[in-house]
């Protein structure tokens, strides 16, 4: 077990990505829910970044920030889910808080950059996603690297 703890290779990739799934979507389905059971206190302080109306503004955070982080944290479609939140922080950051300092605009810049790997890892194997799909879609891309490997010349 000391020598897995010094070593630079991961100790299950896998739940790195649980956690991160779990911690990540977690977060945002706090934020959303608070959104959600707030709808119309927010409502009132809730901007129109994008021009397409406040009240449809917050709905789509709400849905980007509660129901696609539900999905997040079950591992199911968490890349296609993760695409919204992005969106949400990019306007966010961008747009809403386009003027403002750094100091106040970090958070949805920390937010938005903290998608990235939750996108390139995917569900990972404890997922909903490995259960509806299975070992199959895992091990497809592996398969087929190494019959093109050994099909090479």
């Known amino acids: 077990m000391a020598n897995r703890i010094i070593q630079y290779s991961p100790l299950d990739c896998n739940i790195g ?19 959600l059971v707030n709808y119309d206190d927010i409502l009132k302080i809730f901007g129109d970044p994008i021009g397409i ?8 955070v709400i ?4 129901f696609c982080a539900i999905f997040i944290v079950a591992g199911f479609l968490t890349r296609l889910s993760v695409i919204p939140i ?6 966010a950051y961008f747009v809403a808080h386009g003027k403002d300092s750094f100091q106040v605009s ?25 259960l509806l799909f299975g070992r199959k879609q895992a091990v497809l891309p592996r398969e ?4 093109t490997v050994q099909r090479q010349p």
Do not use: N
């Open 17 to 35: 990505t649980l956690l991160l799934r779990l911690i990540f979507g977690g977060m945002f389905a706090y934020f959303g829910y608070q959104k």
């Open 53 to 60: 109306g406040t009240a449809l503004s917050l709905q789509l």
């Open 63 to 66: 849905f980007a920030e509660f």
């Open 86 to 91: 992005f969106i949400t922080m990019v306007v």
């Open 106 to 130: 970090h958070s949805a810049f920390s937010y938005m950059v903290f998608c990235l790997p939750v996108f390139v890892l995917g569900s990972g194997k404890y997922s909903v996603d490995y």
């Open 144 to 147: 087929k690297a190494r019959s």
